[in-house]
């Protein structure tokens, strides 16, 4: 539970304590500071993105305790105690990590606006099923909302970073794989 403290103006702020990407953070926050918000601008983690701000698109996705949530739809006084994962936290080495590697090898990026909480949703998936069908990625990316083309790239890259053999194709369909 948060203290709360009381600022000159008689506003309530809360004082919450918050650990991301193995990192601990104690700050003041106001009542109605979005998660997406206070990971952006409080601790300047800006690949968590803002998007519908309503929870449909899964721009903004952490992981909270290993299972991804939509930060848009999270205050950070409900965050307090709690373990967060950000897209900086995937690759903590300078080493990127098998699902972002296997993103830029399929050509999974597109614009790159959806990414930060796809690769999330895909780590959190790959962590409980190691080996998931192609219907298993496909539902556990459902809350992440691709607008460049589609999720085929997204889905393989996926795959992919499971171990399952994916071919690579050209743009004509072709294998490419040597």
């Known amino acids: 539970m948060s203290n709360v403290v009381i600022d000159k103006q008689g506003r309530k702020n809360y004082l919450i304590t918050i650990k991301v990407n193995g990192d601990e953070y104690t700050r003041l926050v106001k009542a109605n500071t979005l998660l997406v918000n206070f990971l952006r601008d409080d601790l300047d983690l800006t690949g968590t993105k803002r998007g519908c701000e309503l929870g449909d698109c899964g721009s903004c996705t952490v992981l909270k305790n290993g299972k991804p949530v939509n930060s848009c739809l999270l205050l950070a006084v409900e965050a307090d105690g709690q373990e967060f994962t950000t897209i900086e936290g995937v690759a903590s080495t300078n080493k990127l990590d098998i699902v972002q590697e296997k993103f830029i090898e399929y050509g999974a990026f597109q614009c790159g606006y959806c990414a930060p909480g796809m690769i999330l949703s895909a780590k959190a998936l790959l962590t409980r099923n190691p080996?998931?069908?192609?219907?298993?990625?496909?539902?556990?990316?459902?809350?992440?909302?691709?607008?460049?083309?589609?999720?085929?790239?997204?889905?393989?890259?996926?795959?992919?970073?499971?171990?399952?053999?994916?071919?690579?194709?050209?743009?004509?369909?072709?294998?490419?794989?040597?």
């Open 131 to 178: 080996k998931p069908t192609e219907h298993e990625v496909r539902e556990a990316i459902a809350g992440n909302l691709c607008r460049c083309t589609g999720y085929v790239n997204i889905v393989k890259a996926i795959l992919a970073a499971s171990g399952q053999d994916v071919p690579l194709l050209d743009n004509k369909g072709v294998s490419i794989d040597e």
